[in-house]
Every structure is written in structure tokens, then in C-alpha cells.
């Protein structure tokens, strides 16, 4: 099974920071990769797909990239709705998800 | 508006089996590029992809559980079931249905890539005697 590891795995910041979060895949998985965005009580949301697509209705300050085993998310100025825990998880077998990316007030 | 909808008991006890409910509404169990995945959260804990059914029954399930698993679908109902046996503490978690939505050039219901566009709210499960 491919193992899907994140970092940090939880990071403090304030509104405005330009956060980033790392997503690495044990073997290559293309871009087969997607970002959620989960807070307390609540379902995960569908950020961005095959790594660099931003799901409809997501802002434009978030973004990601990569391909093959290292991908990242950046949060370019962070609101306060973006406080939350983030996960990466891949389709290129089966479906695993990384252990997310904690985001919390400085 | 597509919405999916988990059911189920609130409470298990140890070595029973678990059957789930997931009930969509605004798209069809049929749609070529479309599934459904269960995935659960225990306590405090990351999300577990579990097992997902693809229009075209394909199935696929979690290596490590894939024993106690398994997932069908009624496409005339809208709805996919879950069936896990022998439940144990450690299962204690909330369960969410999502739909997956393939994309690339898909043959047969098969994708080569997918990602869950829509949750449902989830259904909590608690295994305990």
C-alpha cells in the first residue's frame, strides 16, 4: 500500500501568513493527489485534485503543486476561516490519506 | 444539489457486524464517472478511506480490513451499503459516505485518478458492550 506522510504535522500561524504544508507519497503516484480541508465537527471539503486543481467555489489563495512523491499546499494569506487541519490523499492505487496538517492561532 | 446521507446504529457491541447505509440524492449510482467511498475518523484521530464501489460495481477496499469489509450498491434505491463483521472497540469512530468523482479518460467506469467532491455529515458509530 503506498503511505502517505505530511509536515509538519501542525504548525501555529496568524492572518496574512503565508502558510505551506508538505505531502509525500512512499513510491511515485503522479499527480494523483488531493487536498482537504476538515474543521471541528464538520465533514472534510474538497480543495484541490490531482494536485493542482482547485475545486469549484475553493478562494484562489490556495494552491497546490507537485508530481511523483513531494507535493505541497500554500495557503498564500491566511484567513480566519482557513484554521483547520488539512489532508493530502492519494488515488493512484486504492485511496490512502496523510495523518494532517494541524492549523492553528499564533 | 447532490447530498449523501449516512444511517446506521449509534451503538455496536463487540464481535457484532455493522451494516451502514449511504443514500445519495442529485446524481445516479449508474453515472459513469461516479462512486461512492466510505471513509471513518476515530476520536481525535486522521481520516481512514475504507472501500469504495464504482458505477461500474468495481470494488476496492482498505488492505488491512479488507477481510471484514464489504460494500454493494442498490442503484435503484441510491443507495450503498457497508457491511463490516466482528466490530471491536477500536472501530469506535464517525463514519462518513462521500462521492467520488473519476477524471482522466475513463473506460468502464474505471479512472485513473478520483478524489471525493462531496461528503455526506456523517454518522457516528460507538462499539462498546
Known amino acids: 500500500d503506498i503511505q502517505m506522510t505530511q509536515s509538519p504535522s501542525s504548525l501555529s500561524a496568524s492572518v496574512g501568513d503565508r502558510v505551506t504544508i508538505t505531502c509525500r507519497a512512499s513510491q511515485s503516484i503522479s499527480s494523483y493527489l488531493n487536498w482537504y480541508q476538515q474543521k471541528p465537527g464538520k465533514a472534510p471539503k474538497l480543495l484541490i485534485y490531482?494536485?493542482?486543481t482547485l475545486q469549484v467555489g475553493v478562494p484562489s489563495r490556495f494552491s497546490g503543486s507537485g508530481s511523483g512523491t513531494d507535493f505541497t499546499l500554500t495557503i498564500s494569506s491566511l484567513q480566519p476561516e482557513d484554521f483547520a487541519t488539512y489532508y493530502c490523499?492519494?488515488?493512484?492505487?486504492?485511496?490512502?490519506f496523510g495523518p494532517g496538517t494541524k492549523v492553528d492561532v499564533k | 444539489q447532490v447530498t449523501l446521507k449516512e444511517s446506521g446504529p449509534v451503538l455496536v457491541k463487540p464481535t457484532e457486524t455493522l451494516t451502514l447505509t449511504c443514500t445519495v440524492s442529485g446524481f445516479s449510482l449508474s453515472n459513469a464517472r461516479m462512486g461512492v467511498s466510505w471513509i471513518r475518523q476515530p476520536p481525535g484521530k486522521a481520516l481512514e478511506w475504507l472501500a469504495h464501489i464504482i458505477s461500474n460495481d468495481g470494488k476496492s477496499y482498505r488492505t488491512s480490513l479488507k477481510s471484514r469489509l464489504t460494500i454493494s450498491k442498490d442503484t435503484s434505491k441510491s443507495q450503498v451499503v457497508l457491511i463490516m463483521t466482528n466490530m471491536d472497540p477500536v472501530d469506535t469512530a464517525t463514519y462518513y459516505c462521500?462521492?467520488?468523482?473519476?477524471?482522466?479518460?475513463?473506460?468502464?467506469?474505471?479512472?485513473?485518478?478520483?478524489?471525493?467532491?462531496?461528503w455526506g455529515k456523517g454518522t457516528t458509530v460507538t462499539v462498546s458492550s
Open positions: 462521500a462521492r467520488i468523482m473519476g477524471g482522466g479518460d475513463c473506460y468502464s467506469g474505471l479512472c485513473p485518478y478520483y478524489s471525493m467532491d462531496v
Open positions: 490523499q492519494q488515488s493512484y492505487n486504492t485511496l490512502t
Open positions: 490531482t494536485a493542482s
